[in-house]
């Protein structure tokens, strides 16, 4: 495939690194893995690998290797990995190669941490272009690990300072990052707004996987989902209805700081025999279970994006969620939005969806028949753009 664009430089340390540590890829794996899809087929497109600051461009036929290894996923190889790792240690202890006028896509926030890692670049005459998924580590922290505000905040002010691009990943994130950038007096690179498709490019028949109607909350249980406000709400619907409640299930694996949420799981005895955790489900299985559900419930209190929200209605599945800016941004009035504090209000409207006839979901049922999903093209059309400018 020819390219228009200088030499494209891919970080995908993070990608080759779970690979060897046979992890499942995140959310923020899947998009790094698009950029692979799209730009690792150039030919003068080349994989980088970091570590603590120090970085290594590894040679084409190992970019190559690299590449496949990631795209495999159907096979993935923790050996080839931790080979591809080696032969990135080879490469730095032998040579540091200039990619004068050449352009690094960083599409993880890994490793940004360390200033080191873009001057080095730069001064290798590569132009550094981040995409930036969210500020929550620096917006809120009560949300985060310990120590991750600092952290990320370093990631967010070293992009501003050595980044010659922005990719953002909703406008909303990039007003955001312009507000931080406005505390401390800094100017944010040339940017641009590319949103995030989902991985769903097709509706493909499934079996409903539960005769009961139920719901679904979908991502890793962590104190900003709101899992907990969602638990007590279901106790409450288990003791109106009884045994006509609807289920829950809970498809991501436990977080971090979840300790009330996994309380409410292992000990409360009205919500056993209607709320089920699903921590390790593929994709066919996660599919399933969205595209049979009454709802999906996303009850966060911020989001940089909300995937789940895109997949769900890609789907045709309705979704009941909190009213953040992004994700009126992303679905427009599609939704029914709901105040993540609101206990009736999600009480009343859960009952209302679980019902054999519900005015209230055919309404959204009609809004999702015309909602527009991102798409990845778009999405690298808007790319694209950013890298002829900076060409």
Not at 35 to 52: C, D
Not at 75 to 88: D, E, H, N, T
Not at 256 to 262: A, G, H, L, S, Y
Not at 320 to 336: C, N, Q, Y
Request: with cysteine; charged share 25%; net charge positive.
């Amino acid at each position: 495939m020819s390219t228009r664009f200088p030499p494209i430089l891919l970080d995908v340390s993070r990608l080759i690194t779970r690979l060897a540590e046979r992890k499942l890829p995140t959310g923020v794996d899947r998009v790094s893995i698009e950029y692979v899809r799209r730009y690792g087929m150039l030919s003068n497109t080349r994989a980088v690998l970091s570590e603590s600051g120090y970085s290594a461009i590894l040679s084409h036929a190992e970019s190559r290797r690299a590449f496949d290894l990631i795209l495999d996923q159907r096979q993935p190889s923790a050996g080839g990995a931790r080979r591809v790792i080696a032969k990135a240690v080879w490469q730095f202890l032998r040579t540091r190669p200039c990619v004068e006028r050449g352009i690094l896509l960083h599409t993880s926030h890994s490793g940004l941490e360390r200033e080191r890692y873009l001057l080095d670049m730069r001064r290798r005459g590569v132009r550094p272009v981040v995409l930036v998924h969210d500020l929550i580590p620096v917006t809120h922290e009560e949300y985060c690990r310990p120590g991750v505000k600092k952290t990320h905040r370093q990631r967010v002010h070293f992009a501003l300072k050595h980044a010659s691009g922005i990719l953002a990943n909703s406008q909303d994130t990039l007003d955001t990052l312009a507000a931080e950038a406005d505390r401390q007096a800094m100017k944010i690179p040339m940017s641009a707004v590319a949103r995030l498709a989902s991985g769903i490019t097709s509706r493909i028949e499934t079996v409903r996987p539960c005769e009961r109607p139920y719901f679904v909350m979908l991502g890793t249980i962590e104190p900003r989902k709101n899992h907990w406000f969602i638990l007590h709400v279901w106790r409450r619907l288990v003791e109106a209805l009884g045994h006509s409640a609807p289920m829950l299930f809970i498809i991501g694996r436990r977080g971090w700081e979840c300790e009330n949420v996994v309380d409410l799981l292992e000990r409360c005895e009205p919500l056993r025999e209607h709320v089920v955790e699903l921590p390790d489900c593929n994709d066919a299985e996660l599919h399933a279970y969205l595209g049979h559900a009454q709802a999906l419930l996303f009850p966060s209190f911020v989001e940089g994006y909300g995937m789940p929200l895109v997949e769900a209605l890609s789907l045709g599945v309705p979704v009941l969620a909190s009213d953040l800016k992004v994700f009126r941004e992303i679905a427009g009035i599609t939704p029914d939005y709901l105040d993540p504090l609101d206990g009736p209000s999600w009480f009343q409207k859960i009952r209302s969806y679980a019902a054999q006839a519900s005015a209230e979901r055919d309404a959204q049922l009609m809004r999702i028949s015309q909602f527009r999903a991102p798409t990845w093209a778009e999405h690298f059309q808007n790319v694209d753009r950013l890298l002829d400018r900076l060409a």
